[in-house]
């Protein structure tokens, strides 16, 4: 098996946040990568493009000791192994359309139905400390 295909099978299991900063940082690592993906059309590049910059508009994610690892690997790989890994990234990005944002209907109706389940009882919170203790014990 490939070390794209093993790199992109411990990448997918990343949260998004986390997948979309090593795309970021594997598009910048090939200085000419809108020439090298020319196949996808300008318009397409430019969005993936603009929803890199988009979500990343406060600066690069700190990553994690073992996700910074998996960035590492990926980012030594050939330039013709990276820009296979980005394709298969790719895929996995969130549509500019569709975002939610502060002031959109449909955001604040996502919010409500979700503090109503709260209070009705339907679901239950997890606590911080504990949603922040899990993570730790599974990404470190």
């Given at each position: 098996m490939s070390e794209v295909v093993v790199l992109f099978r411990s990448l997918r299991e990343l949260?998004?946040?986390v997948r979309l900063e090593i795309t970021r940082r594997l598009w910048q690592s090939i200085p000419n990568i809108r020439e090298?993906?020319?196949e996808y059309g300008s318009e397409l590049l430019d969005e993936i493009g603009s929803r890199l910059a988009y979500l990343f508009r406060h600066g690069p994610l700190e990553l994690t000791a073992q996700c910074d690892d998996l960035?590492?690997?990926?980012l030594a790989l050939s330039r013709d192994e990276r820009s296979s890994l980005i394709r298969l990234l790719w895929q996995?990005?969130?549509p500019m359309s569709g975002q939610f944002r502060e002031n959109d209907p449909a955001f604040v109706a996502e919010l409500n139905r979700r503090a109503a389940e709260l209070e009705s009882g339907?679901?239950?919170g997890i606590p911080h400390e504990e949603v922040m203790q899990r993570l730790k014990e599974k990404y470190g």
């Open positions: 949260f998004a946040e090298e993906h020319a960035c590492q690997r990926a996995g990005l969130p339907t679901v239950k």
